[in-house]
């Protein structure tokens, strides 16, 4: 056996499934509803599930809306299962909807987004039109459902999350804000938005896929290299003009919080660093089959998350 086959076979191992869906489906369990469908955006078929929760059929008013974005190689329903997100979203009363990224050529299968210089063949290289499909999904998804479009939110893990950055910079008027998991900003031209969006940053200092302090991680698979977590957010910081050092605002054993101050027009930087964990979705469910990082127990992400969502709205 080479062992281009034996890499092969064991990063199938290690990955999630990550099947799209394949047409139009609606379940639905205790109300619960979870809608598969397509979109047809830049000449191809774009696939993605909608999350509704219990709420959606007990209110006639809007309720928010979380994109959910996966790591590369993942998929949608991968990132739904790993992340437990939807449970938050039954709680809380939001939509979720878990796009898929394009599938890349090769035995392997992979799905990635592109978000600049970050990744894939299908979607970087080919410079995939991610943010329009993702700019479309929202208009369908405002259109389709009772959504209220001034609380529309993206997160997104690793991959996921350097495009949620992009997001950040091309999408400033229909994202609320942003919430990234373990991946910094890939853009490949300046970002210049007409408004600086509420953004929180979650890593862990034991990331070696994404290291926070940049550089190209020790188990990255594409030898990407990666900015810091400071370098970005410093972006956005400069932009706001916020102080130009982040503040300590809560240090326990497990995490530090920071915050970036002074910023203009109430621009919120957060970042919140943990001591264990990895490359991982805290208080999610371990995601590589077989050398995935197990989630840190500093917190649950899905807490730390919706609780900065929901104190933004857009403008």
């Known amino acids: 056996?080479?062992?281009?086959?034996?890499?092969?076979?064991?990063?199938?191992?290690?990955?999630?499934?990550?099947?799209?869906?394949?047409?139009?489906?609606?379940?639905?369990?205790?109300?619960?509803?979870?809608v598969a469908d397509t979109l047809q955006h830049d000449g191809r078929p774009r696939f993605y599930s909608v999350h509704l929760p219990p709420a959606y059929s007990q209110t006639k008013k809007p309720i928010p809306l979380?994109?959910?974005?996966?790591?590369?190689?993942?998929?949608?329903?991968?990132?739904?299962?790993q992340s437990r997100l939807s449970e938050k979203a039954d709680k809380e009363g939001f939509i979720v909807v878990y796009p898929d990224g394009l599938l890349n050529p090769g035995v392997l299968g992979l799905?990635?987004?592109?978000?600049?210089?970050?990744?894939?063949?299908s979607a970087s290289t080919r410079q995939a039109d991610d943010v329009g499909f993702i700019s479309e999904l929202i208009d369908k998804l405002v259109a389709t459902y009772r959504i209220d479009s001034k609380r529309?939110?993206?997160?997104?893990?690793?991959?996921?999350?350097?495009?949620?950055?992009?997001l950040a910079c091309e999408l400033p008027n229909k994202l609320a804000a942003i919430a990234t998991n373990a991946g910094t900003m890939q853009v490949e031209t300046a970002c210049?938005?007409?408004?600086?969006?509420?953004?929180?940053?979650?890593?862990?200092?034991?990331?070696?896929?994404?290291?926070?302090?940049?550089?190209?991680?020790?188990?990255?698979?594409?030898?990407?290299?990666?900015?810091?977590?400071?370098?970005?957010?410093?972006?956005?910081?400069?932009?706001?003009?916020?102080?130009?050092?982040?503040?300590?605002?809560?240090t326990t054993d497990r995490?530090?919080?920071?915050?970036?101050?002074?910023?203009?027009?109430?621009?919120?930087?957060?970042?919140?660093?943990?001591?264990?964990?990895?490359?991982?979705?805290?208080?999610?469910l371990k995601g590589a089959r077989r050398i995935g990082d197990s989630p840190s127990e500093a917190f649950v992400n899905n807490d730390v998350i919706w609780d900065f969502f929901k104190a933004h709205t857009l403008p």
Request: aromatic share 10%; charged share 15%; proline share 5%.
């Open 111 to 121: 799905r990635t987004w592109n978000a600049g210089a970050c990744c894939g063949q």
């Open 255 to 284: 995490y530090t919080a920071y915050q970036w101050t002074n910023c203009n027009d109430k621009a919120v930087i957060q970042f919140y660093l943990t001591t264990d964990g990895g490359h991982s979705w805290p208080g999610g």
């Open 1 to 34: 056996m080479t062992p281009l086959l034996v890499l092969t076979l064991l990063i199938k191992l290690w990955l999630p499934a990550s099947e799209p869906a394949s047409e139009f489906i609606d379940v639905q369990t205790n109300w619960t509803s979870i």
């Open 152 to 166: 529309v939110y993206a997160t997104g893990h690793s991959n996921g999350g350097m495009l949620c950055y992009r």
């Open 192 to 250: 210049r938005p007409n408004r600086v969006m509420p953004i929180l940053h979650i890593h862990s200092q034991l990331d070696r896929n994404v290291p926070y302090q940049g550089g190209v991680g020790s188990r990255s698979i594409n030898r990407q290299w990666n900015p810091s977590v400071d370098t970005t957010l410093s972006v956005f910081a400069k932009l706001a003009k916020c102080s130009p050092q982040k503040q300590v605002v809560r």
């Open 66 to 81: 979380v994109v959910a974005l996966h790591g590369g190689g993942g998929s949608g329903k991968q990132f739904e299962a």
